[in-house]
């Protein structure tokens, strides 16, 4: 009966035992499964290295733990390493590109200079100029100028402009002028070698030129016709104008007071040359160039009212010792004619 007894309960301790067993045995698989869970990452931020554990597995997840956000454009890549699982974080660059006058903004994830306009199918000619180092590394708010430089051989054509040659018409009255004949422009052909700097001319180098077609210069009969110097009409001198015996309308800006005389070449056989090359003729008077400049183009009139010189140009000088200062000496066709006007105080008007 004892025997009997011991049979039946060692059943009940066997079966007390097994359940102890495999409490204990979830108990130790749980935390098992909980501590092989728990996973330790590496991050790396353009440079900046953090740690974060946790039991998420979607780098996403795991970044938006640890604090680190992602922009719509920035990316990441993962990789085992030293027992880490490492996640790279790489943040959009945004570099600017004027390419020769056009603006590009891209988005970058690092790399060289060279490697981003690869990238891009920017290529650079032999002269082009770049305002960075190819070499140098892409960060964000980084501009680059690349300036294009093209070089062509050109042919155009140029006017050669006509000039204007003046004669003396003794059928004229003084001051009235006459095209006899009109002027033409030239062309002369050039070949240059032309800069362009982003599309625009920045340099011209002339190699060679040829005269197509020469220019025709106009000429211009300028009056010499004199009227008679003595008084024979009313002459009116107002404030700045001159109205003159013929109606002509002249404004003057000056005044100068001088002792004229008169000078001829009646007799020498040949025309006579100013100091400043022209021909020697009636309204060519002699000054000195320091009182009245050479060219300045005047009205004279004798003090007494009794004779007109009329309209003169300052194209002469006079003996050194005698036209000095504020003398002038009026040229006239004849010998008597200066004889008969001596010498008077004249005034000369400046004319505009």
Same mark, same amino acid.
């Given at each position: ?34 501590? %092989? ?103 964000? /708010? ?32 003084? /001051? ?21 700097? %982003? ?95 050479? /060219? ?57």
């Amino acid at each position: 009966m004892h025997s009997n007894t011991h049979r039946a309960v060692k059943p009940v301790v066997r079966v007390y035992a097994l359940i102890v067993m495999m409490f204990l045995v979830m108990v130790v698989g749980s935390n098992a499964l909980r501590v %092989n869970a728990d996973t330790t990452y590496k991050i790396n931020d353009n440079g900046k290295v953090s740690y974060h554990t946790t039991s998420a597995t979607d780098p996403e997840i795991v970044l938006d733990e640890a604090g680190l956000e992602l922009g719509i454009d920035d990316t990441y890549t993962t990789e085992e390493s030293n027992g880490y699982t490492e996640i790279h974080v790489q943040r959009v660059q945004m570099v600017t590109i004027n390419n020769g006058g056009q603006i590009l903004k891209t988005g970058t994830y690092g790399g060289t200079v060279e490697e981003l306009l690869d990238r891009l199918n920017l290529k650079l000619g032999e002269e082009d100029m770049i305002s960075v180092e190819p070499g140098e590394e892409t960060f964000d /708010g980084m501009e680059i100028v690349i300036d294009r430089i093209h070089r062509s051989v050109e042919t155009y054509s140029k006017t050669l402009p006509y000039e204007t040659e003046y004669v003396d018409d003794p059928t004229l009255p003084v /001051g009235q002028e006459k095209v006899i004949a009109a002027g033409s422009d030239g062309e002369m052909l050039c070949t240059a070698v032309v800069t362009y700097e %982003n599309g625009m001319e920045s340099s011209r180098r002339t190699l060679r030129t040829h005269i197509s077609t020469q220019p025709v210069n106009q000429v211009v009969a300028v009056g010499t016709a004199m009227n008679s110097r003595e008084m024979t009409g009313e002459l009116v001198i107002g404030d700045g104008v001159i109205i003159t015996q013929d109606g002509d309308v002249l404004t003057y800006t000056g005044t100068v007071s001088v002792l004229a005389t008169a000078y001829t070449c009646e007799g020498w056989g040949r025309p006579g040359i100013t100091a400043t090359g022209t021909i020697a003729r009636v309204g060519a008077i002699a000054v000195d160039p320091r009182v009245i400049p050479y /060219g300045t183009r005047m009205f004279i009139v004798s003090n007494d009212g009794e004779y007109i010189y009329g309209i003169a140009t300052a194209e002469d000088t006079g003996h050194p010792d005698f036209i000095v200062g504020h003398r002038i000496d009026l040229y006239m066709d004849t010998e008597y004619e200066c004889i008969q006007f001596g010498a008077r105080n004249c005034t000369v008007y400046i004319l505009g």
